[in-house]
């Protein structure tokens, strides 16, 4: 990858570990049913404020808006 984790965001490594999770299902033939998946982050609202969400959160190429 090229990155170091420290370099990278809690939210961007989420992404990444999303990606990683929507890549097994796909690759053990298991159905991954965007209509059905939420994204939900708990944190206090403080920290909450400071992730950027509003464009929503990428998984498997189908954004899903975080409530």
């Known amino acids: ?7 990278l965001t809690t939210f961007e490594n ?3 570990c999303v990606d990683d999770v929507a890549r097994w299902f ?3 033939g ?3 049913n965007l209509n059905n998946t939420e994204a939900v ?3 206090t609202p403080a920290e909450r404020e400071k992730i950027p969400t ?4 990428d998984v498997a190429g ?3 808006q975080s409530p």
């Open 41 to 43: 982050l708990f944190d």
């Open 30 to 32: 298991l159905p991954l």
């Open 54 to 57: 509003a464009g929503g959160i």
């Open 14 to 16: 989420m992404a990444i």
């Open 1 to 7: 990858m090229g990155i170091r984790p420290c370099a």
């Open 62 to 64: 189908a954004v899903l």
């Open 26 to 28: 796909l690759e053990n």
